[in-house]
């Protein structure tokens, strides 16, 4: 199944939700309970995925901006970070874009639906962009690590390894570059 089969949306808040259920509690709550408040206090904005036939909500994802900023305990990582950007743009902040929750309901995961959902915010945040915005991170669920390393996510720290989240980041100039040529 891929994401062209569904419609497309980004959440209002006068919208009335179609069934999602994810096998965690907390991104079913955010969806049903919190989304319209992020949006209306324009805390975050949250995309949907419907399958329209179903009637059921696949997926949905929630961005905010964020940014990348020097931390003094991680020099090593900053300089390696440092060497992928030209000299005379390195800064001690990058814009970034925030995943603040990706979900995929149960009836539709493991399928490929969160790689394409990856995939479309990548694609998102490198063509037509208003604001400039280099890297994509997430605090991702300690579970979840492997499916963003999968879509080629790093971590920043190791200080977080035993953290019930970890923070992650993918660098979007590569695939720009790679899908410019
Ligand atoms: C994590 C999640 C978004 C993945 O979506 P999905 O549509 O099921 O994933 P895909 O089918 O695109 O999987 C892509 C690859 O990642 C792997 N993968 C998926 N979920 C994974 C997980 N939780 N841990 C490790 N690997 C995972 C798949 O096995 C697949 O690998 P393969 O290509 O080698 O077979 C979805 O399972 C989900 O909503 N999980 C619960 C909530 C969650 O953890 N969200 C992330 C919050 S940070």
Not at 80 to 86: P, Y
Not at 92 to 108: F, M, Q
Not at 129 to 150: E, L, M, P, Q, S
């Amino acid at each position: 199944m891929s994401l062209s089969s569904f419609e497309f949306l980004p959440l209002t808040e006068d919208f009335e939700f179609l069934p999602f259920h994810s096998k965690d509690k907390d991104l079913n709550d955010f969806l049903f309970d919190d989304a319209k408040r992020y949006l209306a206090e324009l805390m975050a904005v949250t995309y949907l995925f419907i399958d329209p036939q179903a009637q059921k909500t696949v997926a949905y994802f929630s961005l905010l901006n964020d940014k990348v900023a020097y931390d003094p305990e991680e020099r090593s990582f900053w300089n390696r970070l440092n060497r992928k950007i030209s000299n005379r743009k390195r800064r001690k902040t990058y814009p970034s874009v925030k995943i603040g929750r990706l979900a995929v309901s149960e009836d539709y995961s493991g399928q490929g639906i969160g790689c394409e959902i990856l995939n479309f915010i990548k694609h998102a945040f490198t063509h037509g962009n208003r604001t400039g915005c280099r890297f994509i991170t997430v605090d991702a669920y300690a579970a979840a690590t492997d499916f963003y390393i999968k879509n080629g996510f790093d971590f920043f720290t190791k200080k977080d390894r035993n953290d019930a989240t970890r923070l992650m980041y993918f660098d979007l100039k590569p695939f720009k570059d790679a899908l410019d040529k």
